[in-house]
Structures are given as structure tokens and as C-alpha cells.
């Protein structure tokens, strides 16, 4: 499987589209972005001067390919050695609204 491949994998479950990743969820008819952020290798904040929720980069593969979602672009931007992929998603899943919610609650 390719970068590009892996890429709209992810694209497909943020969009709703495929919802493979739920059935390791306890309820997956109630699977939630809280579910999909539990497996996150790591969460970047991007934020403004006076602290303020601009939006995330969340780790989701990491080690070939390594695959990034930014959610103050909407975008999913993958690289594995000298290929890159980026592609545009639909946030159906409510992913920015968790981690903006994460944040201020900090």
C-alpha cells in the first residue's frame, strides 16, 4: 500500500465513510471522536499569542508512513521517505470541536 493509500484510508474514516476502526470500540454504535482520538500517538496544539485554540495536529502512524491530521487546515498530510501525500477531508466525525474542547479544558 502506498502513501496515497494510506492517506484516504484516513480521509474515509474521518468522513464517516469507513468505520473499520470502530469495532475495537466497547459501543461502536456510539463510537465518537473521543474513540478515534484514544489511539492517537500524539497531539500538537497550534495556537494563538494569547493562548487561543487555532486547531491540532494529531499523529495517527507514525515509523512508515508517518501521518499527520491538521485540523486548522482539514487537512491529512502523509510522508513516507520522499513521497508525500496531502489530501482535503470533511470533519463528520467532530474531531476539531473534541480537541478545541481538550484544550480548554486544560
Known sequence: MNITSHVE????????????WMQD???????????????????????????????ARVLVAFGGPNIWINTRTNQIEGSWWNEISTVT??????????????WNCK
Open 25 to 55: 470500540c466497547e459501543e461502536p454504535e456510539h463510537a465518537s471522536a473521543v474513540d478515534y482520538l484514544s489511539d492517537a500517538l500524539d497531539i500538537e496544539y497550534i495556537v494563538n499569542g494569547k493562548g487561543e485554540y487555532l486547531g
Open 89 to 102: 477531508y470533511q470533519d463528520n466525525l467532530g474531531i476539531n470541536e473534541v480537541l478545541e474542547e481538550f
Open 9 to 20: 484510508q484516513i480521509r474515509k474514516q474521518l468522513e464517516g465513510l469507513d468505520n473499520a
